[in-house]
């Protein structure tokens, strides 16, 4: 293993949204938490970075939840989230700062920002800068990295190369989604009523 090579836990630390409850449960924690706003067509490599930051040790005391606006998506914009990607950052259920799109050297630096302001991580500072660094020098070439990632050099197994994202706006949430939802309801209400009328029918023709 290369030295200076950070080694990461096997298991992603980030915890998806199952419910409005179970989103109000993480939000509500007292450590630092940080809520990863993205749906089906957000760009993998996001979720991918976000996965390898949380098993990071400067980051081991902060909490990280996915959060999937295709399925949530009036909770989402009822806790202000029109756009994805987007992040929000938690701490006893105030909303203590929050970003859309990615730009991870803004990302890194409101989330390094957080930790110090807390006693929540003890990570190093040489730590945070080394990763700020490596965040400078390969974001441009980042999205190409990905594109053509089967030519990238084995590593260890046990071992991650921790790669930016490319730079990527927000785009708005679909509130369509509630609307198809209320829409096929009130289909369904109307289905019914059209066979309650058709029995009607036709135990007065018999």
């Given at each position: 293993m290369a030295r200076g090579a950070?080694?990461?836990?096997?298991?992603?630390?980030?915890?998806?949204?199952?419910?409005?409850?179970?989103?109000?449960?993480?939000?509500?924690?007292?450590?630092?938490?940080?809520?990863?706003?993205?749906?089906?067509?957000?760009?993998?490599?996001?979720?991918?970075?976000?996965?390898?930051?949380?098993?990071?040790?400067?980051?081991?005391?902060?909490?990280?939840?996915?959060?999937?606006t295709d399925k949530f998506s009036s909770l989402a914009v009822k806790h202000g989230v029109f756009t994805t990607p987007s992040f929000q950052f938690y701490r006893n259920k105030v909303l203590l700062d929050s970003m859309s799109g990615m730009v991870s050297q803004r990302f890194i630096k409101m989330l390094d920002e957080h930790c110090k302001s807390s006693k929540d991580s003890r990570g190093s500072p040489f730590g945070a800068s080394l990763i700020v660094l490596l965040l400078g020098v390969v974001a441009v070439g980042a999205w190409n990295w990905f594109g053509n990632h089967k030519n990238a050099k084995k590593t260890e197994v046990a071992t991650e190369q921790i790669e930016a994202p490319a730079n990527v706006e927000a785009e708005p949430v679909k509130k369509e989604t509630v609307e198809e939802e209320e829409e096929e309801e009130e289909e369904d209400e109307e289905e019914e009523d059209e066979e309650e009328e058709e029995d009607e029918e036709e135990k007065e023709y018999v």
């Amino acid at each position: 293993m290369a030295r200076g090579a950070r080694r990461l836990a096997p298991l992603t630390r980030v915890q998806p949204v199952n419910s409005e409850a179970g989103f109000q449960k993480q939000i509500s924690r007292s450590n630092l938490v940080l809520v990863y706003f993205m749906n089906s067509r957000s760009p993998a490599d996001i979720t991918k970075y976000i996965n390898q930051i949380s098993k990071l040790a400067e980051y081991r005391k902060v909490t990280f939840v996915k959060f999937d606006t295709d399925k949530f998506s009036s909770l989402a914009v009822k806790h202000g989230v029109f756009t994805t990607p987007s992040f929000q950052f938690y701490r006893n259920k105030v909303l203590l700062d929050s970003m859309s799109g990615m730009v991870s050297q803004r990302f890194i630096k409101m989330l390094d920002e957080h930790c110090k302001s807390s006693k929540d991580s003890r990570g190093s500072p040489f730590g945070a800068s080394l990763i700020v660094l490596l965040l400078g020098v390969v974001a441009v070439g980042a999205w190409n990295w990905f594109g053509n990632h089967k030519n990238a050099k084995k590593t260890e197994v046990a071992t991650e190369q921790i790669e930016a994202p490319a730079n990527v706006e927000a785009e708005p949430v679909k509130k369509e989604t509630v609307e198809e939802e209320e829409e096929e309801e009130e289909e369904d209400e109307e289905e019914e009523d059209e066979e309650e009328e058709e029995d009607e029918e036709e135990k007065e023709y018999v």
